[in-house]
Nanobody, 121 residues
C-alpha cells in the first residue's frame, strides 16, 4: 500500500509559523499533483494549496502567507505557513495522485490521516 504521513502540526500563537510535511511511502512509480486541504468541525474539506509539475495554486484565504513546495526525490510535499490566524485552525490533510506500478497506469488518489493545526489568539 501507498501511505501519506503528515507531520508538523501543533499549537501556535497568531502571527506565528509552522511547516507541515507529508511523505509518501510504498510502491510509487509516478507521482503527480500533490496538495494540502483543511477541514474544521461542521465545515467541508477545502483546498489550501496544490502543486503540479509546473505550477502552484492557492486558496484566496492563504495567498501571500502560505507556500507549497515539493521534493520529488523524497516524495515529500511541504506547506510553509506564516502569519497564521485563528481562522487557519483545522485538521490539515495531504493529498497525492500517483501511479503505483508500471503495469497499472491508473492514477490513485491517496490521502493522509491529517495533522491538527491550532492557532490561538
Amino acid at each position: 500500500q501507498v501511505q501519506l504521513v503528515e507531520s508538523g502540526g501543533g499549537l501556535v500563537q497568531a502571527g506565528g509559523s509552522l511547516r507541515l510535511s507529508c511523505a509518501a511511502s510504498g510502491s510509487i512509480f509516478v507521482i503527480g499533483d500533490m496538495g494540502w486541504y483543511r477541514q474544521s468541525p461542521g465545515k467541508q474539506r477545502d483546498l489550501v494549496a496544490v502543486i503540479t509539475s509546473s505550477s502552484t495554486h492557492y486558496a484566496d484565504s492563504v495567498k501571500g502567507r502560505f507556500t507549497i513546495s515539493r521534493d520529488n526525490a523524497k516524495n515529500t510535499v511541504y506547506l510553509q505557513m506564516n502569519s497564521l490566524k485563528p481562522e487557519d485552525t483545522a485538521v490539515y490533510y495531504c493529498n497525492a495522485d500517483l501511479i503505483a506500478t508500471p503495469e497499472d497506469y491508473r492514477y490513485l488518489e491517496v490521502w493522509g490521516q491529517g495533522t491538527l493545526v491550532t492557532v490561538s489568539s
